[in-house]
């Protein structure tokens, strides 16, 4: 992919053009699957197991094409079939947005709040679908997702005002991409909790409330099965390609180029090289599986994806280092600390703004 | 073999039912997924709902109020779909034989809900962890 996007600022030609809409959506689906192997591998190894293969997301969604659809009798039989769609296809949109603003320079006047509204999309689905299934565990479960959604956007949305103060209110991705918010004060506090706030809509551990596999069975997707099961965890997969890009492009200054040319890309082939031997001897040590994952997230680096395998592992550790919290508990987290510190930063920002301090 | 059981042999999900175990089976299955034998190397993982499954790793005794609720879950599992029936309860009642409350074994309340089910079985008292895994490679090679 590097080598496409090379001509960065510049108009790409047709044929790139072409190419980057054909590859989009094939490309994020397989980052999102490599992304989620990559979160099962981590969480193994930190717990001193192996861990899957490689391909194993790719295994689990094949299998799951190929089984039994069952709809519940109770279940509102349209709503329940469409909810994973809606949820899929939003979330696909939220990527090739923010793809083609990372890698293309494509841009338009508030695709900022298009973004944010698409990235509601899949925890509405989610709850449609959970609604749907006239199952108690899903409606618990459901329940608790409303709770969460309600609990995470406020600061959400505080967050991206303290990214508008900073970059000089411009309401599309490709300028505030331009600047990286995180260097100042106001700016890490927000990207702090912002990633957070992903962690939520991921429903990874310390807000995987909504799922809470040991008490409500899978809460939500209870009553999934086959091709929409699938349907969920490709979203799933998407999702974590999707919000650590939204955060790179919010926070971190987007899409840096890659150093896939000369010296970058023979170091870049080694290192692959290692991967796939790492791959091939995995399952006899535990120390080829590190060194391909290192030698993975190497690749990824050079390709200009640094800064999203930085996000992913912060979200990764993040999820191995914490018990999950009640539903009360991360409503106050979220309305209680959150908040405060979101309004201390929008004024630390506002008055970095007015005196013209960059670090404040 | 098609691509649906080439995949489901790469990826099987189980649910764990116990209908009347005494406890001891389902600690050696909790034990298959500890750091020494680790089966997600294999795609296997435990799954919270019947509706995920692939597999269903039945324990115990079929007691008559679990019968009709194994029967349940049997139906709610999305096929295909294979049964393992783990422990010597569960495979021929066991040292349960003749009692009051038991109505079968696993294999007897499955059929009758459908003939054509696949059922594998795991004996032991409890089975180690070790038969657990062999007896899953088994009974997919022989699919
Ligand atoms: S087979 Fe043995 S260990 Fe397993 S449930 Fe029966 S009595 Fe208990």
């Given amino acids: 992919m590097g080598a496409v996007f090379e001509g960065k600022g510049k108009e790409m030609s047709t044929s790139m053009t072409i190419l980057f809409w054909i590859l989009v959506v094939p490309g994020t689906i397989v980052l999102g699957l490599i992304a989620s192997w990559i979160v099962r591998k981590v969480s193994a190894l930190v717990q001193w197991r192996l861990g899957p293969p490689l391909m194993q997301p790719a295994y689990d969604v094949l299998k799951l094409m190929g089984k039994e659809i069952l709809v519940p009798q109770e279940a509102n039989r349209t709503v329940f079939l469409l909810a994973p769609l809606v949820g899929l296809v939003g979330v696909i949109l939220l990527t090739v947005i923010l793809c083609s603003v990372l890698l293309a320079q494509k841009t338009f006047v508030g695709d900022v709040i298009v973004a944010i509204y698409l990235m509601v999309l899949p925890s509405l689905a989610l709850i449609l679908g959970g609604s749907a299934s006239a199952s108690p565990h899903a409606s618990i479960g459901t329940a608790r997702e409303m709770k969460l959604v309600m609990g995470y956007e406020l600061p959400l949305v505080l967050a991206f005002i303290v990214v508008l103060i900073k970059t000089g209110g411009q309401l599309s991705l490709d300028s505030i991409s331009q600047q990286a918010p995180v260097f100042s004060i106001s700016g890490m506090l927000a990207f702090l909790v912002a990633l957070l706030c992903v962690q939520a809509k991921l429903g990874f551990v310390p807000f995987d409330i909504a799922e809470a596999e040991t008490e409500l069975g899978s809460g939500i997707l209870m009553e999934y099965s086959g091709a929409l099961l699938g349907l969920w965890k490709l979203m799933h997969a998407v999702m974590l390609v999707a919000l650590p890009f939204f955060l790179v492009t919010l926070f971190l200054g987007g899409y840096t180029g890659n150093y896939l040319s000369g010296t970058g890309l023979i170091v870049a082939i080694v290192l692959l090289l290692i991967f796939v031997g790492g791959r091939l001897l995995a399952g006899r040590s535990k120390f080829m599986d590190v060194l391909a994952l290192l030698s993975f997230i190497g690749v990824c680096i050079l390709a200009g994806l640094g800064k999203y395998v930085l996000i992913l592992v912060l979200l990764i550790l993040i999820k191995n280092t914490n018990p999950r919290l009640r539903i009360d508990q991360a409503m106050k987290f979220f309305w209680g600390y959150c908040t405060i510190i979101l309004f201390a930063a929008i004024i630390l920002a506002s008055l970095g703004c007015y005196y013209e301090i960059s670090w404040l | ?143």
Avoid at chain 2, 39 to 68: M, N, W, Y
């Fill in chain 2, 1 to 143: 073999m098609g691509w649906k059981m080439w995949s489901l042999k790469k990826s099987i999900w189980v649910f764990h039912v116990n209908t009347g175990a005494c406890n001891n089976c389902d600690i050696e299955i909790v034990n298959c997924l500890t750091p020494k034998y680790d089966i997600e190397r294999f795609g296997i993982k435990l799954v919270g709902s019947p509706r995920h499954a692939d597999a269903l790793l039945v324990t115990g005794v079929v007691t008559r109020q679990a019968a009709p609720r194994l029967k349940e879950i049997y139906r709610q599992t999305s096929k295909p779909c294979v049964v393992f029936t783990i422990g010597a309860c569960a495979c021929d009642t066991g040292i349960f034989h003749n009692g009051y409350h038991v109505i079968g074994p696993v294999d007897k309340i499955i059929r009758e809900e459908d003939p054509n089910a696949i059922i594998a079985y795991v004996p032991g008292c409890p089975p180690k962890p070790e038969a657990m895994i062999s007896g899953v490679v088994k009974a997919l090679s022989a699919i």
